[in-house]
């Protein structure tokens, strides 16, 4: 039942010790997580490549850098900035898997872009005392995020895509305008809060939308990690951690609902 | 709590639409029946194990003093009903083992045997969380109250996912599940004699939880049915929401912090590191998941 090769060096009495644990904790998250991702991830694009049908072809909503930064000026919160590189847009609609691809790689930009503007605003004084565990916290899922959205992106370019660099512009007025409301740490957690859980049902449900295995397998290795995060933040408000016992699809995103 | 409704109910937000809900009830309602049956099966096994090693325990109390040969006493009671309860559960799988040699036990379907597998480790998470809850500083006055409220919690989850993975058996035509994960039995039967303790227990916890998960995650895309992937898929994240909250502790007790884990926490207090102990991995691994046949029925 031990997982292979796993370092468990228990945590110690000192920062310097915790901080230990999870750069162990991250090594493994290279060694093991990234690795089984990847897996699904090389045998997703691989099958793009081979077997394009119902992939590439399509014509309708338009997917691709040029298009996400004509999109992404709607506000001048730095959540709306959308940094669209147009260089590979195809201009066709986006279907099946990867249409769900595109959503995805967009709610991650944007979560991506909420977790920088906190840290921004943190930085500047205007959350308040940010207590260091809530630093780490923003940081690192800041980071993983960002690694979701590469997943995604790279099954998009490798069908011959543009990446999704943009945030989710359906969802972009709200949490701009919860956002300038947001005056301290349990604010922002809030906001952290409702994005985590978008994404997590949306992932749940990305896994009955999609129809490729390797696109089940990507989505389901991070929906959980969402829901961890969802966990923490939770936790970090005051309350139950987990609340539901089978967590529900409450505010999952579809690839209709997806504007670029 | 919120979760699905059990009485045939839609709920405001359905995590699963497509389901039949009332059949889907109906189908619980006979999972909890078997649940409940195995569950006293288990415990009367258990009470005839304390019962046998009862002089044993009385022994090595009896050369104690009075006070202490008390208190002995009654932590070799728990930690032989803890282990008690896991040996039991055991013997139930080598019984099941010959009743599954029947030719009336026809090979099931993937899906039905990675359900199977499903619901042994659910039978497994409640029979550890229900035990655990009797050791003193688990579930009783020692114990920190946010960790038992979580033990209990989760145990009561644990229970919720039992009956739903057997549902989803028997809807597709196989035989609940009522017995453990005979592999991850022996886990937990090689880890009790460490349980002294909140942290060795919570380690336990926490290899089952991520097991869960992991075994869960892989098993969403080994699916076939439709309804049971969607399942599967709204249980994968609560385990982990269980882990994730098992490494906090685990970590906040290494730091010998227990006076952190409390609900609401003291967020100022925590150490820098504990903001992200609790989601070490980007992507979810699957590497610790359970073979889809290890718990099902043959």
Known sequence: ?260 | MDHPQLDGRIPAHDPMPDLDRTAMALLMEESRDVHRDAMSATAGALDDLVDATGPSVQEAAGRAGPAESVARREAARRRVTFGGGILAAAGVVAALDAVASSPAFAASSPDIQILQTAASIEVLAVATYTTALTLPFIGGASANPVVKAFVTTTMQQHKEHLSAFNAAVTRLGGTAQTNPDPALAKVVQAAVPGLTGPAPVVALALELEQGAAETYVADTAALSDATSRKLTASVMGVEAQHASVLLAVQALLAADAPQLIALPPDVTGLPAAAGSVGFPAAFFPTDMARPSTEGALR
């Open chain 1, 1 to 260: 039942m031990k997982r292979r090769n796993r370092t468990t060096t228990p945590m110690a009495i000192t920062e310097a010790e915790l901080s230990t644990l999870t750069r162990d904790l991250d090594a493994l998250h290279h060694d093991v997580g990234m690795p089984a991702m990847h897996e699904a991830l090389g045998r997703w694009t691989e099958e793009i490549r081979t077997s394009r049908r119902g992939f590439l072809i399509g014509a309708g909503a338009v997917v691709g850098g040029a298009v996400l930064a004509a999109c992404g000026t709607s506000s001048s919160s730095s959540t709306t900035t959308s940094t669209g590189g147009g260089a590979r847009s195809t201009g066709a609609k986006l279907t099946g898997d990867l249409a769900v691809a595109a959503l995805a790689a967009s709610l991650e930009n944007l979560a991506v872009a909420a977790y920088g503007d906190v840290l921004t605003a943190a930085a500047a004084g205007k959350l308040g005392t940010v207590p260091p565990a809530v630093a780490t916290f923003v940081t690192t899922v800041k980071g993983q995020h960002a690694q979701h959205a590469q997943a995604w992106n790279s099954a998009i370019v490798a069908a011959g895509h543009a990446a999704v660099t943009g945030p989710d512009q359906a969802l972009v007025p709200t949490v701009d305008t919860a956002f300038a409301k947001v005056t301290d740490v349990t604010g922002a957690a809030k906001l952290a809060l409702t994005l985590e859980d978008i994404a997590a049902a949306t992932y749940q449900s990305a896994v009955a939308a999609v129809t490729a295995s390797s696109s089940v397998k990507v989505a389901a290795s991070i929906q959980p990690v969402e829901m961890q995060h969802a966990a923490i933040l939770n936790f970090v408000l005051g309350q139950y951690p987990v609340p539901n016992a089978f967590s529900p699809l409450t505010g999952a995103r579809t690839p209709a609902d997806y504007r670029g």
